[in-house]
């Protein structure tokens, strides 16, 4: 079948309340190019006020980030993105994950510690934290001993169950574990209790951000800027299946409606933008995201 094509425009402008001397800012906003996944075909990023420096590198889990500082006063930046990715069409496939019980043998054979490694998957990381509640919740959710890929979807389903999508609940400052006791939240909050819930069954899990393609409402227009950037997770599901993802926020596997930019353990390893400055007073953030099929 023909790949699915999207044209993706991200514009994201931060406010300051007063002048910012300076400021030293790493962002993670452009799709990646993952080979038999999704490709690149074109991308740029421009950002207002030019930085004074610019670098790009790779994390230690292949994302690639620019290094932007800059030296003069400022009292906003604006950052825009726009590419164009190539997905195939694609299917999960059949179910050769092993049983529940029996994933850590196949965990502790694996003798790498790569970046793909299911190892980094498994304990806390800076955002997600293990806790009985959680641990009972995933074990309810995954009860008879499933097979892995069959209990990552049984998770996923609970969530997206007893959940509620709110994004007036929560901050990206707001603790896993309030937005789980609260049961609401946005797909951060979603992707964060997935993990947790997965890392406590002994599955590997980890953070994908992105873009999601959303559909209007039968007989509306599409609003241009109504897409968001997303959230979703992925689950190391045997030596034989690899890593799979899941969108917890909308029940699903993630599919050719979900492009991705960066994955790692949990949202602070690929925030889109991180920075420090030097200034006080608030700030104002304004995004917007435009995912448009392109018509063959």
């Not at 230690?60 to 993105?81: C, Q, T, W």
Request: proline share 8%; aromatic share 8%; hydrophobic share 40%.
């Amino acid at each position: 079948m023909d790949p699915v094509i999207y044209d993706i425009k991200l514009r994201i402008k931060y406010t300051y309340e007063y002048d910012a001397d300076s400021s030293r800012h790493t962002v993670r906003l452009v799709p990646a190019d993952l080979p038999g996944i999704q490709r690149v075909v074109a991308s740029s990023l421009d950002i207002q006020p030019r930085p004074a420096e610019w670098s790009n590198h790779k994390d230690f889990f292949g994302n690639d980030y620019a290094e932007l500082v800059f030296l003069k006063p400022h009292r906003k930046i604006s950052f825009l993105m726009q590419s164009r990715v190539e997905i195939p069409e694609h299917e999960t496939g059949f179910d050769v994950s092993p049983g529940l019980a029996d994933l850590k043998a196949e965990i502790d054979g694996y003798r790498s510690l790569d970046p793909l490694a299911p190892h980094h998957f498994l304990g806390t990381s800076p955002l997600v934290r293990t806790a009985r509640s959680i641990a009972e919740y995933a074990r309810a959710a995954t009860a008879g001993n499933p097979t892995v890929m069959r209990a990552v979807n049984l998770v996923g389903e609970a969530l997206h169950r007893d959940m509620n999508f709110d994004p007036e609940a929560t901050t990206v400052e707001t603790p896993m574990m309030e937005a789980f006791e609260a049961r609401r939240g946005v797909c951060q909050d979603f992707s964060h209790i997935m993990i947790a819930c997965l890392r406590s069954l002994g599955i590997p899990a980890g953070y994908v951000s992105g873009f999601l393609r959303t559909m209007p409402p039968p007989g509306q227009p599409r609003l241009e800027g109504a897409d968001a950037m997303h959230a979703w997770i992925r689950a190391w599901c045997g030596v034989d299946m690899g890593w799979i993802e899941y969108d917890p926020t909308n029940g699903m596997p993630a599919d050719t409606d979900h492009v991705t930019v960066a994955r790692g353990r949990d949202y602070s390893d690929i925030a889109p933008v991180r920075g420090v400055m030097r200034t006080h007073g608030d700030h104002t953030t304004t995004q917007s995201v435009d995912v448009v099929p392109v018509e063959r």
